[in-house]
């Protein structure tokens, strides 16, 4: 593969397992003594790259810690915390010290100094950066868009069905066969490609592990113009609506945010920066799901990297708490915010090392929120508690009022759940007394109409999906369609046309905490949305052989078409699965090196996160994950109907 260099962010949302409603089965999961199962050491195991310094004697070390670990030791609000500056690009870093929000701070340091610092912070010599990249800029006769085309209101942060119709998207059952590719667009300095694609204005928008935002040209994939975030941009690219084949009233916006919780506003016509605001305090913050827009109200959605922080005994865990911003969408005004944990977390006596315990704490919300237009309710589901004690917050869906932010009702589907990767340790005094099991809300609840009544469909990474009754939350059915486990169950996106729902299942067998998961089913399955019932199961061999990082589970969101359904494995290949049947229509393999538009290599990789856009025929789908020991990748895949 292409990517040798592999960076991974320190964001992990780690599953135990459980079947919700039973004790797990003794022969799903094999004891820590087994010999094959073992635990994780250290967070640079998580870190896939090369290593080439000695981080504790380089002096980047001192000067970081003389100049920067003031604020950026996880105690200054708003400062991101270190493990999340590990996490970004060298380029990123250098931005942010020349041009950027750390140009004053950074003003007295030399070159030399700059350099060392970002030495010590990637734990690599300078000379194995990513090279500087020359991008491939549209000519003149390129740059222009067409403002008769608008956003169509499917995929994250419109439509958390992802059913795209055949008159908008063009694509269906019968032609999806046709597919082609057409351009390969290689982001510089990445080894994951993240964020959703989105087809408007005759172009594509899409976000980048360097914190750039591009403007692509539908037919060749030159850059319009490129906007530079301050980190990571992980979030789907979403937009204002107006109706389409009319001109906007007025310029339209494009929303997102980035990995160290800002969220933004630019133009999509020039990329220019209309706003920018911190969604969340907290110096472990980040913005992971794509915000969902709604009446000119942009509601954002609140996560947290502490999970993490937490590893470290000496950390003082925890006190972060996940939630929802709601903000004017053309202004950035706050109108009204609400936190999945109602109260701030409270001291809780010291570890056996002497740290200090705060809680409750936790409960992120790691998925883009489903909007209820019917009811004006918005739905968010949460992820575990970080430290004890668990309370009713974590492994939640959260309904609130969309005027008023006030809650509507909250339905716990795993009660005890408190959770870090000090769990993955032996003997880690962070890990809290519950020890999990890490069961997440990290995929979208969806709303479908039934005819006779309506039903909320939620997937939790446990492997069972919920049918829940919109008004009061109440459990209406549920089906087990695995026992889930670390990194298993439902990942990012679920799929329905109709009262069909079609449910991705990420199942990994060796996920390095202590335990092996013998009784998994990686793959897609469709289950009927008035019943629960499982209609079709398809399971995806492992046919990885020796390839690295390689795993069978469909992590990526799907995407719904007429009569089919699009997903995006982690074994590097795109299949298109039919409705009736689960029988594989089509099939790509992104396992390769492409030639690229952008000026910089192209390499495929793994899918997760993001799933497929579609419009007029054409398909675009990010290809490379390089997190958490699956494969790397820097491939932005676009494919039409010939």
């Not at 063009?170 to 390969?184: E, H, P, R, V, Y």
């Not at 915000?291 to 470290?312: H, M, R, T, W, Y």
């Not at 570890?351 to 004006?376: E, Q």
């Not at 997903?567 to 393999?589: C, M, P, T």
Request: proline share 5%; charged share 20%; hydrophobic share 35%.
């Amino acid at each position: 593969m292409l990517m040798k260099i592999r960076y991974i962010i320190f964001f992990i949302f780690l599953l135990f397992f459980s079947n919700i409603e039973a004790a797990p089965d003794s022969n799903s999961i094999s004891a820590e003594h087994d010999n094959e199962a073992r635990f994780t050491e250290s967070t640079e195991e998580l870190i896939v790259r090369a290593i080439t310094i000695d981080p504790a004697t380089h002096p980047g070390n001192a000067l970081y810690q003389e100049n920067c670990a003031g604020c950026h030791s996880g105690t200054v609000e708003k400062a991101p915390a270190t493990n999340w500056l590990e996490a970004l690009v060298p380029q990123a870093l250098f931005r942010t010290m020349n041009q950027g929000i750390m140009m004053e701070q950074s003003s007295h340091l030399s070159e030399e100094e700059k350099i060392l610092i970002v030495e010590f912070l990637m734990k690599q010599n300078r000379s194995d950066f990513p090279k500087e990249a020359e991008l491939n800029y549209c000519s003149t006769d390129k740059t222009n868009f067409d403002l008769t085309e608008a956003p169509e209101p499917y995929g994250w942060g419109y439509n958390t069905s992802r059913f795209i119709p055949k008159k908008s998207g063009g694509i269906d059952s019968k032609n999806i066969t046709k597919l082609k590719l057409k351009w390969a667009f290689g982001f510089p300095y990445s080894q994951r490609a993240r964020s959703q694609p989105l087809f408007a204005l005759g172009s594509i928008f899409v976000g980048s592990q360097s914190g750039d935002v591009y403007a692509l040209d539908l037919d060749t994939g030159c850059v319009k113009w490129n906007f530079t975030a301050s980190a990571e941009v992980r979030t789907a690219i979403i937009m204002d609506k107006w109706e389409n084949g009319t001109i906007p009233t007025q310029r339209p916006y494009l929303y997102f945010g980035d990995i160290i919780g800002n969220a933004y506003a630019i133009d999509a016509q020039s990329g220019e920066l209309i706003w920018k605001i911190k969604a969340n305090n907290h110096p472990n913050s980040t913005l992971t799901a794509a915000p969902a827009i709604f009446e000119d109200k942009l509601f954002i959605p609140i996560s947290g990297l502490e999970v993490v922080a937490a590893f470290d005994d000496q950390y003082e865990c925890c006190t972060f708490r996940g939630g929802i911003l709601v903000v004017e969408a053309r202004s950035g005004k706050r109108i009204w915010k609400q936190y999945s944990i109602p109260v701030p977390a409270k001291y809780h006596g010291k570890t056996s090392v002497g740290t200090k315990m705060y809680g409750p704490s936790g409960a992120p919300v790691w998925t883009s929120p489903n909007i209820d237009k019917k009811r004006r309710y918005v739905y968010i589901g949460t992820g575990e508690n970080y430290s004890s004690p668990a309370d009713d917050s974590s492994d939640a869906i959260i309904a609130y009022n969309i005027d008023t932010g006030e809650e509507v009702w909250r339905r716990q589907t795993l009660s005890g759940d408190a959770w870090n990767l000090a769990c993955m340790a032996k003997n880690n005094p962070n890990c809290p007394e519950e020890n999990g099991p890490d069961l997440d809300y990290s995929a979208s609840s969806i709303s479908v109409d039934l005819g006779f009544r309506d039903i909320l469909v939620a997937g939790q990474k446990s492997g069972v999906v919920y049918g829940l009754d919109p008004d009061n939350g109440e459990i209406l059915w549920s089906n087990a369609l695995s026992g889930g486990g670390t990194q298993g169950g439902v990942h990012f996106g679920m799929a329905s046309e109709g009262e069909t729902v079609y449910v991705p299942l990420h199942d990994m067998e060796q996920t390095n905490d202590g335990k092996i998961y013998e009784d998994l089913k990686p793959g897609v399955h469709s289950v009927n949305a008035k019943t629960g019932e499982l209609l079709w199961s398809k399971i995806n061999p492992n046919n990885c052989g020796d390839i690295e990082f390689c795993d069978p589970g469909v992590s990526a969101a799907l995407t719904a078409i007429p009569g089919a359904v699009i997903a995006g494995h982690q074994d590097g290949k795109i299949r298109v699965y039919d409705k009736k049947d689960g029988e594989i229509l089509w099939s790509f393999n992104a396992l390769r090196e492409f030639e690229s538009v952008s000026g910089v290599p192209a390499s495929g990789g793994g899918f997760s996160g993001p799933g497929s856009a579609i419009r007029n025929g054409y398909m675009a789908m990010n290809s490379g994950y390089g997190i958490y020991y699956h494969m790397p990748g820097n491939a932005l895949l676009l494919f039409s109907v010939e």
